[in-house]
């Protein structure tokens, strides 16, 4: 039987075993296709180390039996899928008809040093082999579905134990809040109680000495001021017993039931002395408030007391609510602390783990963009990193492909945008005067007009004939007859503007002033009429020309153009070789378009 497929081993550094997948013939090594177990892996391993590698000390023996519970996972491959797993502690698979092996995995628990030797191996065997493919790192550990070398794990980690200190810091920092919170709301409640009861003891005061007047000069004046006394000290007293009431203060409503006793016997003997000053009866009065001065004082000692007992309260909540703020800082001082440790501790230990990949990353990033389109990123480090390094690699791969693309792309896309603008040159331009051509000129003015109805400016139309053009035609012939045309298309461009010119058709031209009023546009055709003139073939060309502008004299593109034209065939037809002017005409005639005759005669309009 054919073996399916081979198990290789270094024997140059112990232990050192390297796993390679090969389809060769060769027969010096194990036939994993003939491996139906452990046992029988163990013993073909034993048996290679005594009759191939030579060594009977038992060196190579000891190590490979040692390394046994450790040793390989297998995949095979048919059709396609995988069909069974072996390792050293699988089921058997014998049996099963296997296709040469395409990929075998080190175990994760292999040594470090048995990983570190298979790239020296793997090269050294390629020189026999086909088919070769590359021999994989063992898996990493995974936590929670990630490897242990996660960036990502390590911030999770890091973040969830700050997390849970700042969770405990802001459980306590809130308990203590609501305590210190508590304590002062109870301490503004009892500042109050005080003050009230403060109140209460001044009014009666204030009421007592008052009565004490009155019942000696019996001046009706202090009538008013006893009763608002007495009643500011009444309404104290009710306000104090809704909030002890409120706090279900038993203590206190029984204290208050003993001072409003007092309170109210009090004021039924206010009550009678001031009747029975009001009757005349000044003795009885003066007997009456000599019956009042023992309660009258114990009653106010009994609410300083009451005052001062509150204020006590007062003081040691204020203590309380110390203490609790007092907790609450250092609290918060230790798990800041605590917090900078940790996060300057997971910082570092973060940091080491990718800022050295970052900065390959970060080299390979700069050689690319100096060009350096072959740069490579290393694929190490922590998992993210080594993918993020694979991905740029893939990345770079595809770029340097496609900016070859690219370059052939834009190459034909010059090319191709110099024809076209080679072609939109020839069809805007007129082939024997190189000037816009009729064309164009009706775009043009119908884009200018547009703009000119939005921006409410002025737009000028000179039309321009040459006088006598076929006369010229059919004396010096039409090649003559072109050179005219050539020549007199320079003077208008000269004259005007090479953008502003069109040849309108025949020896018909067009001269365009966008932004320009109805006088701008006379002053340029007396420019083009002398600059004709002044030309070599002024002797024996002229030109007539027609004016008008927008929006004075037109409406429309259409108007704008038919009335430069009836300007211009009134110049030729009143005697040629002058300006058309379109807005004078009109203003001559009262908006009447003369006779030719008559405009040769009346309207005396001459170029100058």
């Known amino acids: 039987m054919m073996p399916t497929g081979w198990l290789f081993f270094d024997t140059r550094t112990q232990p050192a075993p390297c796993c390679c997948t090969f389809r060769i013939t060769s027969r010096t090594l194990v036939p994993l296709s003939t491996v139906s177990g452990r046992d029988s892996l163990r013993a073909r391993i034993l048996s290679l180390s005594n009759s191939t590698f030579h060594q009977p000390d038992g060196g190579l023996r000891r190590s490979i039996s040692a390394l046994m519970p450790q040793i390989i996972h297998h995949q095979y491959i048919r059709s396609g899928r995988r069909v069974a797993r072996h390792t050293s502690s699988s089921r058997d698979v014998s049996g ?169 016997g009090l004021r039924k003997s206010l009550e009678q002395v001031v009747a029975q000053r009001a009757a005349g009866d000044g003795a009885g009065a003066l007997a009456t408030l000599d019956t009042m001065v023992v309660p009258f004082l114990q009653y106010r000692e009994n609410l300083r007391a009451a005052a001062e007992n509150e204020l006590a309260e007062v003081a040691s909540l204020q203590a309380d609510a110390d203490r ?42 700069n050689k690319v963009s100096r060009g350096d389109m072959t740069a490579r990123a290393p694929v190490s480090g922590p998992a993210e990193l080594s993918k993020l390094g694979g991905a740029l690699n893939h990345m770079m791969t595809a770029v340097e492909e496609r900016t070859e693309e690219l370059r052939l792309s834009n190459e034909e896309l ?70 005219v045309l050539r020549e007199l298309s320079s003077t208008i461009a000269e004259t005007a503007g090479q953008d502003c010119a069109y040849r309108y058709g025949g020896d018909e031209f067009a001269v365009m002033l966008t932004r320009s009023g109805h006088e701008d546009a006379v002053r340029v055709a007396k420019r083009l009429l002398d600059a004709v003139a002044k030309n070599k073939e002024a002797e024996k060309v002229t030109v007539s020309l027609g004016v008008a502008a927008y929006p004075e004299m037109a409406a429309t593109a259409e108007e704008l153009i038919y009335r430069a034209d009836m300007a211009l065939n009134w110049a030729k037809s009143s005697g040629k070789n002058r300006v058309g002017d379109w807005h004078a005409l009109i203003a001559r005639k009262d908006g009447e378009m003369p006779a030719p005759a008559e405009n040769a005669v009346d309207a005396g309009i001459a170029s100058s």
């Open 324 to 365: 609790s703020g007092e907790l609450a800082f250092w609290l918060l001082v230790t798990s800041g602390v605590v917090g900078l440790t940790l996060g300057a501790a997971v910082s570092v230990l973060i940091g080491r783990s990718i800022l050295q990949p970052l900065s390959s990353l970060e080299a390979t990033a």
């Open 414 to 483: 010059r090319e191709r945008n110099r024809q076209l603008l080679e072609a939109r040159a020839q069809a805007a331009s007129d082939a024997l005067t190189g000037l816009l051509n009729h064309r164009k000129f009706h775009q043009k003015i119908r884009e200018v007009i547009a703009d000119a109805q939005q921006s409410n400016e002025a737009v000028s139309l000179i039309m321009l004939d040459v006088d006598n053009f076929k006369q010229v035609n059919d004396s010096l012939g039409h090649l003559k007859g072109d050179e």
């Open 96 to 264: 099963v008809k296997m296709t040469p092996i395409e990929r075998v995995t080190i175990a994760w628990r292999m040594p470090s040093s048995i990983a570190a030797s298979r790239q020296s191996l793997h090269r050294r065997c390629q020189g026999g082999a086909q088919g070769v493919t590359t021999v994989e790192s063992p898996p990493a550990r995974k936590w929670f579905g990630n490897p242990i070398n996660s960036v990502r794990n390590g911030l999770v980690a890091g973040f969830g134990l700050l997390v849970l200190i700042l969770i405990a810091v802001v459980a306590g920092s809130t308990y203590m809040v609501k305590q210190y919170q508590a304590d002062s709301a109870q301490m503004a409640e009892k500042a109050d109680t005080a003050l009230l009861l403060q109140g209460t003891e001044s009014h009666v005061g204030t009421a007592g000495l008052m009565l004490q007047r009155y019942a000696l000069d019996g001046d009706p004046i202090w009538i008013h001021e006893i009763i608002s006394a007495a009643d500011s000290a009444t309404t104290n007293m009710a306000t104090v017993r809704a909030r002890e009431r409120i706090a279900n203060n038993g203590e206190a409503l029984a204290r208050l039931d003993a001072l409003d006793a007092t309170g109210n």
